[in-house]
């Protein structure tokens, strides 16, 4: 097992990917054996009952690949241009909170990963190290997702030094403003360990909302600090940077955005740690592109678990993938090395999707690449939870 972050615990034993790792799946399937009991029930589970969490991984059984023949791929890649930028594999690593839990050296050896692949990796605010730290290790390719913060002139700040440590987007979340706990955490006693503290956030000063109007309730007075159109408004006043929103799921949502100006959106329900009883990130996919029109950045996250998950999305309309638990698991299992792994296996499963599939490159991958299939048979994501 990972020890717990401590400024006084012994460095963590070299990384090494252990036997038994052959797909991108395998580092969720050992993640148990490598995490506290209760840090994995905190990353695994969605909020409330966990719908959300689970439909986004049966999203991806409705759908299977149709092989084609005899076309030649040998001239084959996976280089992408997202939102103008080139990357060399259309997968990110996603924002995820808290990395500390899973791995003593948490993004930093995130950054490191990504450093390694060519990978953009996306930082969260609630990071458990501070952003500069994870810049530094990172390669050029970084973003950084903002969560608003009560105060603006926090949420500024944050922005700014994102600005300073040459991060090169701005990813605001809006389909967290509240989160309820998962019963899957709660039933396993997770209770986040003071020594993992978000490192960015630190420093602010706490602030209060006013008293609740008479028979208010305490849902709606703790969205007293949820951010609102004229909130994006602001903040797209406030950087040079890309600003894309991540959590849009309504087509409607979509081009709104869209025509005030963003500069692309993540297709996401949070991993099914938002609104439980979301559906399916996937299921939502098609939709939005269609609303948006071709050619305008559209990201994707939830569910994935294979690089033919990755050709699923990209077929159902995404330009590129974020990668979110599964990061943390390959973390878990062998740190900045297992991360790296993964996306190695994650890129070469997808690239064997592609062969067979007879796609040569990403612009080759559309929705006739897969076919409608009705989940007759137990699937992999019904053997395994999230
Ligand atoms: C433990 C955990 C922490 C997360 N923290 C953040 C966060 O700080 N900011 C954010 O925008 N999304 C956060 N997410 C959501 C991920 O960015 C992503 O949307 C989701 O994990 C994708 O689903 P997947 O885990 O099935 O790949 C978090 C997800 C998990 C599992």
């Given at each position: ?14 990384d ?20 506290d009991?209760a840090?994995?029930a ?5 909020s ?14 409705g759908w ?5 023949l005899?076309?030649d ?12 930028e080139a990357?060399?594999?259309?997968l ?12 003593p ?48 002139e926090?949420?500024?700040?944050l922005?700014?030094r ?36 978000a ?22 007075h ?20 890309p ?7 309504h087509?409607e949502?979509a081009?709104?955005?869209?025509a005030r ?8 329900n949070h ?21 948006v ?17 990755v ?5 159902l ?28 296996l ?8 592609m062969?067979?599939a007879g796609?040569?490159?990403?612009a080759?991958?559309g929705?006739g ?10 699937s ?7």
């Amino acid at each position: 097992m990972t020890p717990a972050l401590s400024s006084t615990a012994p460095p963590p034993p070299p990384d090494r990917i252990p036997p038994g790792v052959h797909g991108a799946l395998d580092y969720a399937l050992l993640a148990p054996k490598h995490m506290d009991a209760a840090h994995h029930a905190y990353v695994a589970g969605g909020s409330g009952l966990g719908v959300s969490a689970q439909a986004n991984r049966r999203a991806f059984d409705g759908w299977a690949v149709l092989p084609r023949l005899l076309r030649d791929v040998r001239h084959g890649h996976v280089r992408a241009v997202v939102g103008g930028e080139a990357w060399e594999h259309p997968l990110a690593l996603a924002p995820v909170a808290f990395q500390a839990l899973a791995h003593p050296h948490g993004e930093i050896a995130t950054a490191r990963a990504a450093e390694a692949t060519g990978t953009c990796l996306v930082a969260s605010t609630l990071s458990s190290r501070t952003l500069e730290s994870i810049a530094q290790a990172s390669g050029p390719a970084r973003w950084f997702q903002l969560y608003f913060q009560p105060r603006r002139e926090d949420t500024l700040q944050l922005v700014r030094r994102a600005e300073a440590a040459g991060y090169r987007a701005i990813v605001v979340t809006l389909d967290a403003a509240l989160q309820t706990a998962g019963r899957q955490a709660l039933a396993a006693g997770f209770r986040m360990p003071p020594t993992c503290v978000a490192e960015n956030l630190r420093g602010q000063a706490p602030v209060e909302p006013p008293a609740p109007q008479p028979g208010q309730g305490r849902v709606f007075h703790a969205m007293h600090f949820a951010p609102t159109w004229a909130d994006l408004d602001w903040l797209m006043a406030q950087t040079h940077l890309p600003v894309w929103v991540k959590g849009v799921l309504h087509p409607e949502d979509a081009t709104a955005l869209q025509a005030r100006g963003v500069a692309g959106i993540v297709v996401s329900n949070h991993g099914g740690r938002g609104l439980d009883g979301a559906p399916a990130s996937l299921q939502m996919l098609p939709a939005v592109r269609a609303a948006v029109g071709p050619g305008w950045p559209v990201l994707f996250d939830g569910g994935i678990r294979s690089g033919t998950d990755v050709f699923k999305a990209l077929a159902l309309g995404a330009d590129a993938v974020l990668i979110g638990r599964l990061q943390v698991y390959a973390l878990a299992v062998a740190g900045a090395l297992g991360v790296a792994h993964l996306l190695r296996l994650l890129i070469e499963e997808l690239q064997a999707c592609m062969a067979l599939a007879g796609c040569a490159t990403l612009a080759d991958i559309g929705p006739g690449a897969l076919v409608a299939q009705p989940p007759a048979f137990p699937s992999l994501s019904e053997e395994m939870p999230c």
